[in-house]
């Protein structure tokens, strides 16, 4: 078979990349994900860092802050495609909506991701940007 260890959900996939340790993570790593009615493997590659404006609330308990400056990026690309056999038509994975392939930018430091770029059907290519993150109190 394709070796798929786990099989995850689209939605899984933000949590897996800040996981991702870039300086160990074999590249590129194969990621099995289930859409709608198919099963995708996905490409995953760590590209290098990229300087990115963000603005961003920050939620922590009571407190909140603008997060508002140019952070250090690192970029990850996925590449996902459709395992079913040639006589069924394949479906586009779909990932917050973006179709086809995507990337993934992660904040160095915090491991936030913060941008998500992709395409989109009807508009061609967009950018998908974090409007705020809840951090919860347990470092987590």
């Known amino acids: 078979g394709l070796g798929c260890p786990r099989i995850l959900e689209p ?3 933000l949590h897996i990349v800040s996981a991702i340790n870039e300086t160990t993570a074999q590249n590129p790593l194969d990621l099995c994900v289930f859409n709608k009615k198919q099963l995708h ?3 995953v590659s760590v590209g290098g860092s990229q300087s990115l404006q963000v603005n961003y609330l920050e939620k922590r308990g009571d407190s909140q802050i603008r997060v508002d400056k140019k952070i250090d990026t690192i970029k990850i690309s996925f590449q996902p495609r459709s395992l079913v056999p040639t006589d ?3 479906e586009e ?3 917050l909506g973006l179709k086809g392939d995507f990337d993934i930018f992660i904040d160095k430091s915090s491991r936030i991701p913060v941008q998500v770029s992709g395409k989109i059907a009807a508009f061609g290519k967009v950018d998908i940007f974090l409007q705020e993150v809840t951090i919860s109190q347990n470092g987590r």
């Open 11 to 13: 939605a899984s996939l």
């Open 88 to 90: 069924i038509e394949p």
């Open 41 to 43: 493997l996905i490409k």
């Open 93 to 95: 994975l779909s990932f």
